[in-house]
């Protein structure tokens, strides 16, 4: 099936989901990909993945935390192909909740969305045509509710899955498509490194095949497994007392 989106721009496209995102579309119909990310060994491997499908590759080193230079390269890559997509996908876990890592945490996941997002926003909404023009924001499943087990990462999800959902009611007049992405554990770096249990674990592959066909649809809220975000939903709507009672039964990441 070809993607009705042209041309994309992933942010943290070097492993995961991202870099997953990038083959899916490189596969089926996309032009030009524009990939960034902070490895240049494993961006460079997407890139050489993507490229054997014939898609036209512009990959960068990039840190999304630094808001000048992303907003170079967003504005670079729209004037070589004007964007139809951008994925704002790079984020960070925790690891031990020392000061260090909770600021840095936060800053990537936070603010490296927005660092993306918005200067993606000014480019569309200068635009003046009947283009593609979406963007899709990368939560998570640990969004839906704060956890103990991962105090800083649940937080700052749960800060861009809201804003990206309240983006999208205002700026529907616009025809601009925002969606939320809230995968379930899917196999990256940050998984990799997962000592507690993780159900309905799935590959980075078959996470990209659901992402990339419920933006075909423009779909709002892309959450799944459904198992895991009806049971996130539940535990949220729940008494705060019994919410902590839960979830202090739970393993903890270490």
């Not at 991202?18 to 460079?44: M, P, V």
């Amino acid at each position: 099936m070809n993607s009705k989106f042209k041309n994309i721009l992933i942010t943290g496209a070097s492993s995961g989901i991202g870099a997953a995102l990038a083959e899916y579309y490189a596969q089926n119909g996309a032009e030009n990909l524009f990939i960034c990310g902070r490895n240049t060994e494993r961006l460079q491997k997407t890139a050489d993945t993507c490229e054997k499908y014939g898609v036209k590759v512009h990959s960068e080193i990039m840190n999304v935390t630094d808001k000048e230079k992303i907003a170079e390269w967003i504005e670079k890559c729209n004037q070589q192909a004007p964007l139809n997509l951008v994925i704002a996908n790079a984020g960070v876990s925790t690891g031990q909740e020392t000061t260090e890592n909770i600021y840095q945490t936060f800053s990537t996941n936070i603010f490296g969305v927005l660092n993306t997002i918005h200067p993606a926003l000014d480019i569309y909404k200068s635009r003046n045509d009947n283009s593609q023009k979406a963007i899709a924001i990368l939560a998570s499943i640990a969004g839906y509710h704060g956890l103990a087990a991962c105090p800083s990462y649940s937080a700052s999800k749960a800060c861009v899955k809201a804003y990206g959902e309240a983006l999208r009611a205002a700026l529907g007049k616009e025809k601009i498509q925002i969606s939320v992405i809230c995968p379930g554990f899917v196999k990256s770096r940050i998984t990799d490194k997962n000592t507690c249990p993780m159900p309905f674990f799935m590959s980075a592959e078959k996470a990209a095949k659901i992402i990339a066909s419920r933006l075909e649809r423009n779909v709002g809220l892309i959450a799944f497994p459904w198992p895991m975000r009806f049971a996130s939903w539940f535990i949220s709507i729940l008494p705060n007392f019994i919410s902590n009672c839960i979830y202090s039964k739970l393993p903890h990441k270490v």
